[in-house]
């Protein structure tokens, strides 16, 4: 089955631009989205598709793919955007398949 | 208003079964693919299985292939996860989700999700 690769932890000061990523074959035929997981929440989808952010999500979220990668971009982090971030995507069986979550810490 | 919200989770022995419900409200149920997805404590998100708004195609993780089986009730907008032959490594959070996609299926996402319920496996 496919796999999803991604950093266990990136932080950014506040303010600044930080980049998740996350590698997989998978990711040549099929989009990622991206989650994000705040302690004792469930995940919030942030973006899915080329780059499609679901109603009420800032729009400094934005996300890009190139070849086996795809990527999480946050312009400017708050604070509030300190929390757990997983990728998904599906592979040619159909199965689905989550990255192991890159933590974000806002310094 | 969307809503998904799972129940059936609980204490059960190893070897034991259970059964999970996601009741949905607030939208179409039977328009939509639904997934179920799971979190040990203190672990990263694990897809566990999907099924078709239909329910002619389904899917399941290697790890619980076998041992668990995903159904619907369209009629009574009801998911469902049965699960046999628990496992200590089945303890966990279970989520269920609703998927969107694109018509050919390069564009997967579970755009709402329920906020779960817990299973724990333990003698």
């Known amino acids: 089955s496919s796999e999803l690769t991604q950093d266990p932890a990136v932080s950014v000061a506040l303010g600044q631009t930080v980049r998740i990523t996350c590698q997989g074959d998978s990711l040549r035929s099929y989009y990622a989205s991206w989650y994000q997981q705040k302690p004792g929440q469930a995940p919030v989808l942030v973006i899915y598709?080329?780059?499609n952010r679901p109603s009420g999500i800032p729009d400094r979220f934005s996300g890009s793919s190139s070849g086996n990668t795809a990527s999480l971009t946050i312009t400017g982090a708050q604070a509030e955007d300190e929390a757990d971030y997983y990728c998904n995507s599906r592979d040619s069986s159909g199965k689905r398949v989550f990255g192991g979550g890159t933590k974000l810490t806002v310094l | 208003e969307v809503q998904l919200v799972e129940s059936g989770g609980g204490l059960v022995q190893p070897g034991g079964s259970l059964r999970l419900s996601c009741a949905a409200s607030?939208?179409?149920?039977?328009?939509?693919?639904m997934n179920w997805v799971r979190q040990a404590p203190g672990k990263g998100l694990e897809w566990v299985s999907y099924i078709s708004s239909s329910s002619s195609t389904i899917y399941y993780a290697d790890s619980v292939k076998g041992r668990f089986t995903i159904s619907r009730d369209n009629a009574k907008n009801s998911l469902y996860l049965q699960m046999n032959s628990l496992r200590d490594e089945d303890t966990a959070v279970y989520y269920c989700a609703r998927e969107v996609s694109s018509r050919l299926g390069e564009l997967s996402a579970f755009d709402y999700w329920g906020q779960g319920t817990l299973v724990t496996v333990s003698s």
């Open positions: 607030g939208f179409t149920f039977s328009s939509y693919s």
């Open positions: 598709g080329k780059n």
